[in-house]
């Protein structure tokens, strides 16, 4: 059974940091583009980062220069530092693990940014 786990969510002030992180099963981590989404109320689900197997990334850029994605391919996790966060980042944020074949979610967990 595959397993996306999520954790490291909160609530933090506006200009605050969160690091999330995201453990994955094993059988599927080393093969699988490791990202982040998120959706916020009323709004559309929405890619905020991702990490391929090779480690290349891409960021939404909304995010860029304030995000960073990373993956301990050790660890089967991938994480995400948030930095400099803005009450327009409070949404629920995915873990997702894909690849032609397959694409799997996390449970989610929350993410709230105060001003």
């Known amino acids: 059974q595959v397993q996306l786990v999520e954790s490291g969510g909160g609530l933090v002030q506006a200009g605050g940091s969160l690091r999330l992180s995201c453990a994955a099963s094993?059988?599927?981590?080393?093969?699988?583009?490791m990202g982040w989404n998120r959706q916020a109320p009323g709004k559309q689900r929405e890619l905020v980062a991702r990490?391929?197997?090779?480690?290349?990334?891409d960021y939404a850029d909304s995010v860029k220069g304030r995000f960073a994605i990373s993956r301990d391919n050790a660890k089967n996790t991938v994480y995400l530092q948030m930095n400099s966060l803005k009450p327009e980042d409070t949404a629920i944020y995915y873990c997702?693990?894909?690849?032609?074949?397959?694409?799997?979610w996390g449970q989610g967990t929350q993410v709230t940014v105060s001003s």
């Open positions: 997702t693990a894909s690849s032609r074949r397959y694409t799997y």
């Open positions: 094993e059988s599927i981590f080393g093969d699988s583009t």
């Open positions: 990490i391929t197997s090779s480690g290349s990334t």
